[in-house]
DNA sequence: TTGTATGCGTTATCAA
DNA sequence: TTGATAACGCATACAA
């Protein structure tokens, strides 16, 4: 098992362990040209391989950054993880994904392996219940950057997307086609992104002279969404039309739909706020609104990458425009 | 910035790093009960965090371990990494994913790399082109589990699927619904389970006492695959059912229909091997076979954990049956 | 141009 | 029950 080390290459080149190290790390210019072909040789013969845990030791610098996505099942964070490692492959980093599960205990137990393991940087779908921790990183200088949901009152980086703007946009396209009673689901009011779509569903309602009825506004847990909505649509006035605040509530949604044998169209229009793998395929006449995943996920990644260059960053906030489709 | 180490505790705590290290690695057996309490309190004061980089330097062990998948754009791909990550998560041990975007010298690379990084193991889902690699990390030892793809000749641990068997039943299921003309579409017949898969197709027609028309086999790279099809389709003889050999060819086929305007189920039946999400929410009638994805990534987890922990594999091949739906 | 010595933060061995 | 001290594999300042 992988035994040969830096000083068994040089003990076989018949130089010092400092020379090999010089080789390897390209300071070619102080070496004679035989020490080099020594070297050479004797790292071919011997089949090392630089031990990348005893360098990271030395230069404090792992080569490694974290995600932590709040829930992995989303095709969202995958696509916003793909971007990242895209970016950081440029630079010869791994990356880790950790699953948080929107669970915030899992969150800070992963917060604090990562960090246990020197990773050099985090990127953070924050589950916005460890709120001293992330005051703490920033605090400390450590490279950080949150995503997709908003931090209060927190000077970090972060790159979020335009939620209640989006929503405002879409609903009042629901509006403009002559619907009147438009129910809004969502999971629980626990995060940025839910409680701002919302909010744009509200103001477009309100700026629509409309009356806001709280039964349209679906709020449960995956589970129970599609009994919430069975309720909702016994009753007297059926919506003519839903707003699924993400991709789980889409699903549920569609299931619901299916279930019911609700003609989707003529029936009932459907909005999801997320990016939905091939929903293009479907025949169904859904609209969606796209966040720019990738390009979020880029400008993360460069924020981070910025800051372990120990760079000043000069702009912290983005805020990436949704596009209705 | 993480300056506090295992020094400044012992210092604050007035006794020796060795005892400290006692304290971290759980070994209360021999300590003092004071000393137990100045150590814990030391900790907490400085916010003390190990550091698992150095103590791997010393354990020889990372607790890493790495995904090195052939196409990440196969949704099979995550569905096997996810199974893996889950698994390992059991173990606090981190997963990288890398892809090598079918790309041999890239897989190659990434293997050096996390190697170098000391990762405890691999999983790979080889390219099938860097045989000599493969065959020096399994004679050295090294945890290796291959996954999806076989590697012939090598007493290695693997995890595929019966892939020739299951596209047999499918090609025959075809065959006994009526269909005459059935084309096969696939990428270059680079990897094993296309290979296998083709082999299922040929079997099947050959039993059934069809010939086998050349033309009616479709392989090309993605790009090319829908001129390809053209072709096929402006032909006397049109197939009336098409088997995806992928799901990247399938979306290649499914646009294709959708851009001729060919009506699934009624003029053309499709079947697709592979894991396609959301598929169920699909109007048209498309079959395919599904991997049991997860089951084999928990499978190859346990195989590589099991190698890590210095165990003897009984059985090191393992076939999963994939199902027709 | 090359070698020596030291340190990175742990763990492990052995005394005390 | 606790404490020196030597590794682990590499990088680096400094000396030669």
Redesign the interface.
């Known amino acids: ?2 035994k040969v080390t830096m000083a068994d290459v040089a003990k076989e080149a018949g130089v010092s362990k400092s020379t090999v190290s010089q080789f390897l790390n390209k300071r070619y210019e102080y070496m004679g040209e035989k020490t080099r072909r020594k070297i050479e040789a004797a790292i071919e013969k011997l089949g090392y ?6 360098r ?2 030395k230069q404090k610098r ?1 080569s ?1 950054v974290g995600i932590i996505v709040a829930n ?1 099942v989303h095709h969202f964070s ?1 696509e916003v993880s ?1 971007a990242i ?1 895209d970016f950081f492959h440029m630079y ?1 980093v ?6 948080a599960d929107d669970d915030p205990k899992k969150e800070k137990r992963y917060i ?7 990773v050099d940087g985090l990127i953070i779908f924050p589950s916005e219940h460890n709120h001293e921790l992330y005051e703490s990183m920033v605090k ?3 490279p950080v950057v949150f995503v997709d949901r908003k931090v209060e009152s927190l000077d970090a980086c972060s790159v979020i997307t335009d939620n209640t703007e989006s929503t405002y946009r879409a609903i009042m396209n629901l509006i403009e086609k002559g619907h009147r009673n438009i129910a809004f689901a969502v999971q629980p009011l626990t995060v940025s992104p839910r409680i701002d779509r919302l909010k744009g569903y509200k103001k477009a309602l309100k700026d629509a002279g409309l009356e806001i009825n709280p039964d349209y506004i679906v709020e449960a847990d995956i589970p129970e969404l599609k009994w919430k909505l069975g309720q909702l649509f016994s009753s007297a006035k059926k919506p003519t039309a839903i707003f699924a605040a993400n991709e789980r509530v889409f ?1 549920a949604v ?1 299931e619901f739909i ?1 279930e019911r044998e609700i003609k989707l169209g003529k029936e009932m229009e459907l909005i999801v706020f997320d990016n ?4 293009h ?4 006449p859904i609209s969606y609104i796209i966040h720019p995943a990738y390009e979020m996920g880029k400008k993360a990644a460069e924020l981070l990458y910025e800051q372990i260059q120990g760079e000043d960053i000069a702009e912290k906030k983005f805020i990436f425009p949704s596009r209705l489709v």
Chains 1, 2 share one sequence.
């Not at 391989?49 to 005893?54: F, T, V």
């Not at 791994?94 to 699953?99: D, G, P, S």
């Not at 395929?281 to 169904?284: C, G």
């Open positions: 098992m992988e391989q630089p031990n990348y845990i005893a990271s030791l792992t490694m992995i995958t793909r490692e010869d791994h990356v880790i994904v950790c699953n604090e392996m990562l960090r246990a393991k020197q400390e200088g450590y699903l569609m299916k939905i793998p091939f929903v395929l479907l025949e169904a």
